[in-house]
């Protein structure tokens, strides 16, 4: 009777609403933790992704970078992470070259971005600092990977632009197959 003169009087959406509030953030809390958030973030403290990793010679140095190749995992990127490693990065693949944007939302260490060609070819780089996603950094020219490493890691290894980086056989995540390229 008392939830029948709620919707007379109109109640029944404010009630509605409460009655889904806890369901509505359990909705959102598995929907981020699928989206990768949940890989990230443990027990309050950031940690680093878990996400396959490959080596990649950078000159005459080996890094081992995170392969991002989701749209969730790309998404991410490399937020919240406090320090990083030298000798580790993210490796960004795009299922074709096409031009792409990126930021440094949520990002709390300076990075350097390298922008490669569907052939490995450094056509591009820059070095971004940390601004919770005010700058914008355009590839400029139809890329299909991209590598983050810490700030002053492309000039400390002597990279340059048109260098070749060998993109070796990307590790199975269901929704990017390497091209004949990689």
């Known amino acids: 009777m008392k939830g029948d003169k709620l919707l007379a009087e109109g109640g029944g959406e404010h009630r ?7 369901a509505m953030l359990v909705l959102i809390v598995l929907m981020a933790y699928l989206a990768g958030y949940g890989s990230f973030v443990r027990g309050g403290t950031v940690g680093y ?3 396959p990793v490959v080596n990649v010679k ?3 140095t080996t890094v081992k970078l995170w392969v991002a190749a ?20 993210m ?10 944007t990126f930021w440094m939302r949520h990002t709390l260490i300076p990075l350097d971005l390298l922008f490669l060609n ?3 070819v450094i056509v591009g780089h820059d070095t971004m600092q940390p601004d919770n996603g005010k700058k914008l950094y355009p590839s400029g020219q139809p890329v299909r990977f991209a590598i983050e490493l810490n700030a002053g890691v492309f000039k400390q290894l002597r990279l340059h632009n048109a260098m070749r980086i060998r993109i070796p056989p990307l590790p ?6 390497p ?4």
């Not at 490796?91 to 792409?100: D, E, G, I, K, Y």
């Not at 091209?179 to 990689?182: H, I, L």
């Open 179 to 182: 091209t004949a390229a990689s």
């Open 172 to 177: 199975a995540t269901g929704t990017v197959k």
């Open 58 to 60: 950078l000159g005459q």
């Open 49 to 51: 992704p878990k996400l």
């Open 118 to 120: 569907q052939h490995g």
């Open 91 to 100: 490796l960004f693949v795009f299922h074709r070259a096409r031009p792409q």
């Open 16 to 22: 509605w609403r409460r009655s889904t509030g806890p």
């Open 70 to 89: 989701s749209a969730p995992a790309r998404d991410r990127g490399l937020m919240y992470i406090r320090k990083m490693p030298n000798n580790r990065g």
